[in-house]
C-alpha cells in the first residue's frame, strides 16, 4: 500500500500543479478565458506558486515520514518559501517570524491581529494528502487539520482544509474501487466531517443544493475565492470537483471561466479530480499541460 499512497499522492500533486500553474496564466492582463475553451493555451512555461510550492512540501513531508509533523511541516514550509511566488501577505509574515525562530504556534496565532488566518491557503495544497489517505476519511481529516494549523489558526482556514482532504480521500478511494462517487453523497460525506456551526460546512451544504445548476450559477452563490479566504473558496471547488470528477480538462475550464483566486480553485479542483482520473489516460490530467508547466522542484524528488 505505501507505493500506491505515493502514487496516488503523486497524481494529485500533477493535477494541482497543472491547475495552479495554468490557473495563473489568467491573471496576466489580456488573456481571456474563452483562449482555453478554443484551445488556445498560453506559451510554456507555466510557472506554478505559492499552491504548488507548498503542496511539495507536504508531499515530501509525507514520502519521508508517512505522517504529518508539525514542527518539521513548518519548518519545511519557512526554509523553502520563495516570496516571488505570490504567497499572501499574511503567510509571508507567518513564514518569516517561523525561519527567524518563532514557534509556529506563536507565528500562526499572531496572524490577523490575532485572529489567525482563515485564507485558502491551507486549503489549497491538502488535496495530495488527501489521496495519500485513500483508505480512511478520519485519518485524512486529521493529518490535514494538522497540515492545517501550522499556518492558519482560524477555525475556517482549518476547516477548509479538511474539506479538500476528505474529498480527495473519497476520490482516490473510488479511483481504486473502480467507481465514480455520486456527486451530492460526495459533499454529503465532506459535510460530514465538519463542525456545522461553521461558514465552511455551510457552503458545502449549499453546494450540494446547488448540483444540477450551471458552474456560472454555482460560483455567483459560493464565491470564486476573490476574497483569498477558504469560505469564498472551498465550497465551490468541491461543487466542480464533484460535478466534474470525470473531466479534468473540463474541471479545470469551470475554474478559469469562473475567474476569481484561479490559481487557487483550480490548484484544489486539479488536485482533487487527477485524484480520481490520474494522468493521461481519458478524462486525465493532459500530457500537453504536464509539459507546459514548469517543472516541479529539484528537492522533491532528490535523495533524503
Ligand atoms: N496572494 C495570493 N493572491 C493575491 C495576489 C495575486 C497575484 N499577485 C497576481 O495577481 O498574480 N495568492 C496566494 O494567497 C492565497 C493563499 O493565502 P494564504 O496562504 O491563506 O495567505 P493569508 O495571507 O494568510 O490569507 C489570504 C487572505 O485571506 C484574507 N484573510 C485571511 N485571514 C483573515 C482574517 N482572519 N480576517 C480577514 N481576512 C482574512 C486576507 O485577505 C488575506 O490576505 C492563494 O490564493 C495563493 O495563490
Ligand atoms: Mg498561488
Ligand atoms: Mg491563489
Redesign the pocket.
Known amino acids: 500500500f505505501p507505493d500506491t499512497r505515493l502514487a496516488l499522492a503523486r497524481d494529485a500533486l500533477a493535477g494541482l500543479s497543472v491547475g495552479d500553474a495554468l490557473g495563473?496564466q489568467f491573471?496576466v492582463p489580456g488573456r481571456h478565458p474563452d483562449d482555453l475553451a478554443a484551445g488556445r493555451l498560453p506559451a510554456p512555461p507555466w510557472e506554478w506558486?505559492?499552491?504548488t510550492e507548498m503542496a511539495c512540501s507536504v508531499v515530501a513531508e509525507l514520502a519521508a515520514a508517512g505522517r504529518i509533523d508539525r514542527d518539521r511541516l513548518a519548518l519545511a514550509f519557512a526554509q523553502r518559501c520563495e516570496p516571488y511566488r505570490?504567497?499572501?501577505?499574511?503567510?509571508v509574515t507567518?513564514l518569516r517570524l517561523i525561519r527567524t525562530g518563532t514557534p509556529w504556534p506563536v507565528a500562526a496565532a499572531s496572524?490577523?491581529d490575532g485572529?489567525?488566518?482563515?485564507?485558502?491557503?491551507?486549503a489549497?495544497r491538502v488535496a495530495p494528502l488527501g489521496a495519500w489517505h485513500a483508505d480512511s476519511t478520519r485519518r485524512a481529516a486529521e493529518q490535514a487539520r494538522a497540515s492545517a494549523e501550522v499556518?492558519?489558526a482560524?477555525p475556517e482556514?482549518v476547516a477548509g482544509a479538511v474539506a479538500v482532504a476528505v474529498a480527495a480521500s473519497l476520490a482516490a478511494r473510488a479511483r481504486l474501487d473502480g467507481g465514480r462517487p455520486e456527486p451530492a453523497r460526495l459533499l454529503t460525506a465532506v459535510a460530514g466531517a465538519l463542525d456545522p456551526a461553521g461558514e465552511v460546512y455551510r457552503g458545502v451544504r449549499r453546494a450540494a443544493a446547488l448540483l444540477g445548476h450551471s458552474a456560472a450559477e454555482a460560483a455567483d452563490s459560493l464565491g470564486n475565492?476573490s476574497?483569498?479566504?477558504a469560505q469564498d473558496t472551498v465550497p465551490f471547488t468541491l461543487w466542480v470537483a464533484a460535478t466534474l470528477l470525470h473531466d479534468y480538462p473540463a474541471a479545470i475550464r469551470a475554474c478559469v471561466e469562473a475567474g476569481g483566486?484561479v490559481?487557487?480553485t483550480a490548484a484544489i479542483v486539479g488536485g482533487i479530480v487527477a485524484a480520481y482520473t490520474g494522468v493521461g489516460g481519458p478524462g486525465g490530467v493532459l500530457e500537453g499541460w504536464l509539459t507546459a508547466r514548469e517543472p516541479l522542484p529539484a528537492w522533491l524528488t532528490a535523495p533524503t
Do not use: W
Open positions: 495563473s491573471f506558486t505559492d499552491d505570490g504567497y499572501g501577505p499574511g503567510a507567518i496572524a490577523f485572529q489567525g488566518s482563515c485564507g485558502n491557503g491551507a489549497m499556518t492558519h482560524h482556514g475565492g476574497r483569498v479566504t483566486d490559481d487557487t
